[in-house]
């Protein structure tokens, strides 16, 4: 009884229940779907948006943290995608042939074997790349995406131009297999940068020269972080393969990458939230767009796509709409709620301070004081604050306007 | 072991066909505090370069406690017992004050620690971590930092800022500490603080210091000895006064 006790005060101790909301909100999420699935029924194309929307937010998060929190440009995160959706579905298909394991199994060694072999990629791409810069490292990642993709094209064990077909994973249970590996992506994506090395990443981002001055690895954590990226890259492909039935190279073109990107820029670099809210409308509102305008309307939908997008990103940044988005800030409308009476204890404790400062300053002293003269035997220069030597004593007393509460 | 903490002999580097330093003989003895001066370009933070390995020097070499370090990394100079602080404050500007001294306790031993340890949360990341934060807060407690320590770095004020920086070098548990130009931006009532809290911190920490300084009164107040560079040359060396009162170091400041 007791020990439990304390391990919930543990959990819960800094920061409270807001550390763990990310997944309270997607565990509520999915337990909303499956609720529906169960008493509704939803559509097969709905259950298969959601397998898509968690591996996008899979994809997102992971390319956030080369993004956002280390701050390289990387344009090859499909790329991974590639290598870990054809290599997890070979995986699995194979196993499937050979032995008569159930398909979560299957699918699971899959994911693992398509993670490593992503991250091994990471590690052999990473070492030469990482030792460029900023707009460099984008042009050699964009390379490897590409190249990549034309290998698989070109390779006939993996179906060639045609593509390479799998198995569907049941419909019915695909998209919860999808979130629980999206929660443990983001426990793991969380933990690493609310760490020691996720100290050292951001680091390296906010001040690399510095970082190396107090001697932080920057090359190990720069692969580190984009092994670990290309990992759950991996990962993604192969509920991507389940999730689609045929793996075709097209997917993972360069455009794919610009996309996750997008998911990541409009949510925020270095947000892990942002990240998932960001993918989870992108990829919801691309497939809306692609069953809506359908036939004749095809070629309007990328017009439409980036239409929205436009806007999106200036609602979200342009400086110029800064007031209407904090007007429309929920946390904001909160605390102006709560907030409408004045508080008496904050004015009285300000009308102390007002009090007391003034009566501190000798104020001949002040005046008097010469700035170069010796200080380090000379008694303390009183009061921290600079004053101009044209101030009065009048000036210096009056007290400052305070704002009146509105 | 060497008699001196920091030995360099004959140092120099030259860019194309600029000698920015030259011949530089530095005997700093340990707990010494030993001041560099010179006007600005005379190559000061160039030597400190050197020392940290951010540049490679063309000619001559150095040791810390008779250890040749010349050709390391700035991450091995620094793990050998060399930190340093920057003319230019580089400190991590989006984060809080207390995680900028993390960083700088990133490799003490103690404090050693797998990623995949971090990454799914075992015990010792927690233990490492509330560790990692006292530590931290007993440091900033020195600079008279710990009331700010949630603060972003970048919303300190500069004087601030500046002990924060040495505060961040200090967390990298160093033998030798190099400080370039502490006290520049600081009001004469900080720079008569940070005068105490080197000597404070050269006795607490058994640190030598090496400091770069154009406030002649707080190298005077500080350093046993001092160097004088010009043009990439050593102008004078040997105690404070004796080169302070130079004719030939007074040419080089005053011009004539």
Redo the contacts between chains.
């Keep these: 009884m007791t020990m439990e006790g304390t391990k919930k005060k543990n959990l819960f101790a800094k920061g409270g229940w807001k550390n763990y909301i990310t997944y309270i909100v997607i565990i509520a999420f999915l337990a909303i779907m499956i609720i529906l699935n169960l008493t509704v029924g939803l559509g097969r194309g709905d259950k298969s948006t959601l397998a898509r929307i968690a591996f996008s937010c899979i994809l997102a998060v992971s390319l956030n943290l080369v993004v956002g929190f280390l701050g390289e440009l990387s344009l090859g995160h499909a790329g991974f995608m590639c290598v870990g959706a054809y290599l997890g579905c070979f995986v699995a298909n194979t196993l499937r042939d050979a032995t008569a394991l159930p398909e979560l199994v299957v699918v699971i060694i899959a994911m693992i074997i398509a993670g490593i072999v992503a991250a091994i990629m990471g590690f052999v791409i990473g070492v030469p790349a990482l030792r460029l810069r900023g707009d460099y490292l984008a042009i050699a990642t964009l390379a490897f995406g590409e190249i990549v993709r034309c290998i698989f094209k070109n390779l006939k064990i993996f179906g060639g131009a045609k593509g390479m077909s799998t198995k569907i994973y049941n419909n019915n249970t695909l998209f919860i297999l999808a979130f629980i590996v999206l929660l443990i992506v983001v426990f793991c994506c969380q933990n690493l940068i609310n760490s020691k090395h996720g100290r050292a990443v951001i680091a390296i981002r906010d001040n690399e020269i510095a970082a190396k001055a107090m001697g932080i690895n920057v090359t190990f954590y720069k692969l580190l972080i984009f092994i670990v990226a290309a990992f759950f890259a991996g990962i993604a492909g192969v509920l991507y393969g389940s999730t689609i039935g045929t793996i075709r190279q097209e997917t993972f073109s360069f455009n794919y990458s610009i996309e996750i990107l997008v998911m990541v820029v409009l949510g925020g670099m270095g947000s892990i939230n942002g990240s998932l809210v960001a993918a989870t409308i992108i990829t919801y509102l691309n497939i809306l767009l692609q069953n809506q305008l359908s036939g004749s309307l095809a070629p309007v939908k990328n017009i439409v796509y980036a239409l929205i997008l436009i806007v999106i990103v200036i609602f979200s940044n342009a400086p110029a709409l800064k007031n209407f988005r904090e007007s429309i800030n929920p946390k904001a409308i909160l605390a102006r709620i709560s907030k409408k009476k004045p508080d008496a204890s904050v004015t009285r404790s300000d009308e102390a301070k007002w009090d007391r400062i003034p009566t501190k300053i000798n104020i001949d002293e002040v005046l008097s004081a010469d700035t170069r003269s010796g200080y380090a035997d000379d008694p303390v220069p009183p009061g921290e604050d600079v004053v101009p030597m044209e101030a009065t004593k009048d000036e210096l007393y009056r007290p400052l306007d305070r704002k009146e509460e509105k | 072991m060497s008699e001196y903490v920091l030995e360099t002999q004959n140092l120099g580097i030259s860019f194309g066909g600029l000698k920015a330093v030259q011949d530089a003989n530095i005997k700093i003895k340990k707990g010494q505090i030993y001041g560099m001066i010179g006007p600005n370009g005379a190559g000061k933070t160039t030597v400190f370069n050197m020392l ?1 390995g ?1 540049y490679l020097p063309t000619t001559g070499t150095f040791f810390l406690n008779g250890e040749e370090l010349k050709g390391k ?3 091995q100079i ?2 050998k017992g060399i ?2 602080t ?1 003319q230019n404050i ?6 809080s004050v207390i ?1 900028n001294v ?3 306790l ?2 003490q031993p103690q ?1 050693k ?1 797998n ?1 995949l340890t ?4 075992l015990p010792r ?1 927690f233990k ?2 509330k560790a ?1 934060r006292e530590h931290a807060k007993e440091l900033l407690r020195v600079f008279d930092l710990e009331d700010e320590r949630n603060n972003l770095a970048c919303n300190l004020p500069y004087g601030k800022q500046r002990k924060l920086e040495i505060a ?2 200090l ?2 548990n160093p033998k030798l500490l190099l400080l370039d130009e502490p006290a520049a931006g600081m ?3 900080e ?2 603080d940070l ?1 105490q809290i080197v000597k404070k911190i050269r006795d607490d920490f058994d640190l030598t210091v090496l400091l770069i300084e154009h406030d002649m ?1 707080f190298v005077a ?1 500080l350093c046993e000895e001092i160097t004088v560079l010009n043009f990439g040359t050593v102008l004078a060396q040997g105690k404070t006064e004796d080169c302070l009162n130079d004719p030939e170091v007074v040419k080089a400041y005053i011009g004539g």
């Design positions: 940290t951010v990394t700035q991450e620094n793990h930190a340093r920057f580089r400190l991590f500007s989006n984060m995680r993390m960083v700088g990133h490799n404090y620690c990623f971090s990454m799914f949360r990341h490492i971590e990692m961040r070098a967390a990298t009001n004469p009532q720079t008569a005068v009164k107040g």
